[in-house]
């Protein structure tokens, strides 16, 4: 093979890795703001959505719960975990506005499943289970998980017609009940992709990211290699909608698949930030000066000729600082974004052979990653670690915590992480879903 | 199996009672002093022309035994019907500044602006049920109301004549209340809330549900003008809202 072709076989291999890359909403920064119960103390558990790998433990896609408060005797141990049974591809969760229910998807199966984590928080358990999305909405590959009053909105990544990236997003109440549909905008420059969900309530703003399709995300990767034309079809695009009456405004041009976004919590800013997947970059999203939306690229992450693959950001709660982890060095990267004009890189780890998510605590002292990208796009042999590692933070180095060895425990692969907390106890156990199950 | 709705832990251990709702502070209330101080009210955006938007059927709103003012017990389906419908959970010992109060001022700008409209005054209720029944009985909701109940506006102060009672209505509407472990096991336990208001068509259909961070009241009045707008539809199918002239 010619230089150039296995360099171009690389880039398509790191571009279709990402096309498996759907991290977001990890850390507490990054909950829906309808979510008025963030935990800003000390979180005392991890909850892990980890894919099942055949032949290790049960084989199935489990919640794995951790316990994280330092001052448990279960500190960094396993505590809890409850298969779901079979596999699915795993990838996504949210909490309900209430944080009394975790909704977690499968990008392959398309199923919801509802987890109780409000009646004991230790110890969350199935109640419910939404099997019916493709046929109900037309809409496949439900992955960002975002909580809205008393109810959630479901991004989609793809169709159940063609499987493309044309999608759309789901809303539910609460009870898991559908509620009505909103499709991705095709027009006005739209081409119909979703990804990632947030809102600027203040600003009466939703906005959306864009990836690529179930065709895409779920082909093996010497047929996605193989076909250039597959290879096109990624998201260039961010949406403004009006939150109100859930109707897009402006498409914004963002090439190169912008994923996570996260709002500025700081008051008074009103800007978001991205990260495009294939290009490497950190986008803006703010006004101009006549309160016109628009982006704009701000800066680099890494040397995109050494293709780093931005796989998850994770944003300060005052806005002034960026994690962003990139898979295929294994690196975490910190930005000042004191400027957010002017991202500014002032440190860098490899915090694991292969990472993928990353999460921290309200108050930035505490980071957690995970490991796991995508089963089929995970790396391989001794690169292939799987595990979640807290490290502490004090503001010039991550110091290393607690590690769980997703492997070693038969756990599966490690992917999306939230937070969970004893003062999230319900007070009533016979919750809304507890009788759906 | 539902549990019997007594019999969960949360009534029955000790300094667990909904009266215990009066120490409730916020869960995330360490050092967040932002909390303390009056939350903005007003929009930072223009809302919606009425009448262009939809508004979804979310769900039914639940019923169940209520206690007005005037100590008479009654089904609160008969305050959730026949009416657009505002309602809000409280309880009147609630002092976190983005919870209660927040619903009470918003309640207050929300009345004003219907009482100076004819076309919704005699269209819309306003509803403050609380989920404090040993506290808030109906003589203190009496006077948790004030002048509010005697203003011209049908603005209801309900309670609920039990915990019995009222559990069906949380659980119906899918209002949580926390019991944050906050110190060890000689330290009284807390209760806390999301606070959500709920606005409910004529049929009794939740088609908004508004909580700290999106509660406007120009926002509430241009939805509450939207289902006034709207034409009939089945209950439980997609609603366009027609604009009138």
Redesign the interface.
């Known amino acids: 093979m010619r230089p150039h072709s296995i360099r171009g076989f690389l880039v398509a291999l790191v571009l279709l890795a990402l096309a498996w890359t759907a991290p977001a909403l990890a850390d507490e920064t990054c909950n829906s703001p309808y979510m008025g119960n963030l935990i800003k103390a000390q979180e005392d558990y991890v909850y892990v959505w980890t894919l099942g790998v055949k032949g290790v433990g049960d084989g199935s896609d489990k919640l794995v719960t951790i316990d994280a408060n330092p001052s448990s005797a279960r500190y960094g141990k396993v505590i809890h975990k409850v298969s779901v049974g079979g596999r699915g591809e795993a990838h996504h969760m949210g909490f309900t506005d209430d944080r009394r229910f975790l909704w977690a998807g499968g990008l392959d199966d398309s199923r919801i499943v509802v987890f109780d984590v409000g009646t004991d928080p230790a110890r969350p358990r199935i109640v419910k289970r939404i099997t019916d999305m493709p046929k109900r909405t037309g809409y496949v590959g439900p992955h960002t998980f975002y909580a809205l009053p008393g109810r959630m909105l479901v991004q989609g990544l793809s169709n159940g017609k063609d499987k493309g990236g044309v999608t759309g997003m789901a809303l539910y109440s609460n009870q898991g009940e559908l509620v009505t549909t909103y499709a991705m905008p095709t027009t006005e420059g739209g081409d119909g992709y979703g990804y990632d969900i947030a809102i600027n309530p203040r600003k009466n703003v939703l906005l959306t990211s864009s990836f690529t399709g179930w065709n895409n995300y779920m082909m093996e990767l010497g047929k996605l290699v193989a076909n250039p034309e597959a290879m096109k079809r990624f998201g260039n695009t961010m949406v403004i909608w009006d939150l109100k009456a859930f109707t897009p405004k402006k498409v914004l041009a963002v090439p190169g698949a912008p994923l996570e976004i996260r709002w500025s919590l700081k008051e008074g800013d009103n800007w978001a930030i991205t990260a495009t997947a294939l290009t490497s970059k950190l986008w803006l999203v703010k006004p101009d000066a006549n309160g016109e939306w628009q982006a704009k690229e701000v800066a680099t992450i890494g040397d995109p000729a050494k293709i780093p693959l931005p796989v998850d950001i994770s944003i300060r709660n005052d806005g002034t600082g960026l994690w962003v982890n990139t898979f295929m060095d294994g690196k975490t990267r910190y930005f000042d974004l004191s400027n957010p004009e002017q991202p500014r890189q002032t440190y860098e780890k490899v915090t694991g052979k292969q990472v993928n998510m990353i999460s921290q605590s309200w108050d930035g002292t505490r980071v957690y990653i995970s490991s796991s990208l995508l089963a089929n796009w995970d790396k391989a042999g001794a690169d292939n670690e799987q595990f979640v590692r807290a490290f502490k933070w004090d503001g010039k180095e991550l110091i290393p915590a607690f590690e769980v060895d997703f492997n070693k425990e038969k756990l599966g692969r490690a992917h999306h992480m939230k937070f969970g907390s004893r003062a999230m106890k319900a007070a009533y156990p016979d919750a809304p879903l507890a009788s759906a199950r | 199996?539902?549990?019997p709705?007594l019999h969960?832990?949360?009534w029955l251990v000790g300094g667990?009672t909904l009266g215990g709702l009066a120490l409730a502070g916020p869960?995330?209330g360490?050092?967040?002093e932002?909390r303390d101080q009056p939350p903005p009210v007003k929009?930072?955006?223009t809302?919606?022309v009425p009448g262009?938007?939809?508004l979804?059927?979310?769900?039914r709103a639940p019923s169940g035994l209520v206690v007005g003012l005037d100590r008479r017990a009654r089904p609160l389906a008969e305050l959730t019907t026949g009416k657009i419908t505002l309602l809000s959970f409280v309880y009147t010992r609630c002092r976190d500044a983005?919870g209660c109060p927040l619903a009470y001022r918003v309640f207050d700008a929300v009345g004003t602006a219907i009482e100076r409209s004819p076309a919704l005054r005699s269209r819309v209720r306003l509803v403050t049920l609380s989920f404090d029944p040993r506290h808030d009985t109906p003589a203190v909701m009496r006077q948790y109301a004030g002048e509010q109940s005697t203003r011209g506006l049908d603005w209801r102060f309900l309670t609920t004549p039990s915990e019995h009672a009222l559990?069906p209505l949380?659980?119906?509407f899918?209002q949580?209340?926390?019991?944050?472990?906050?110190g060890g096991p000689d330290e009284p336990e807390q209760?806390?809330h999301?606070?959500?208001v709920?606005l409910i068509d004529p049929r009794g259909v939740?088609r908004e549900?508004?909580?700290?961070?999106?509660l406007y009241p120009e926002?509430v009045v241009?939805d509450i003008e939207t289902l006034r707008l709207e034409r009939a539809a089945p209950v439980g199918g997609?609603v366009r809202a027609r604009p009138t002239r």
């Open positions: 199996m539902p549990r709705l969960t832990a949360a667990l869960v995330w360490h050092g967040d932002a929009a930072d955006f809302p919606p262009t938007y939809t979804h059927p979310i769900m983005w559990l949380l659980r119906g899918g949580d209340v926390r019991a944050p472990v906050t209760l806390t999301t606070l959500k709920f939740v549900i508004y909580s700290t961070a999106y926002v241009a997609t």
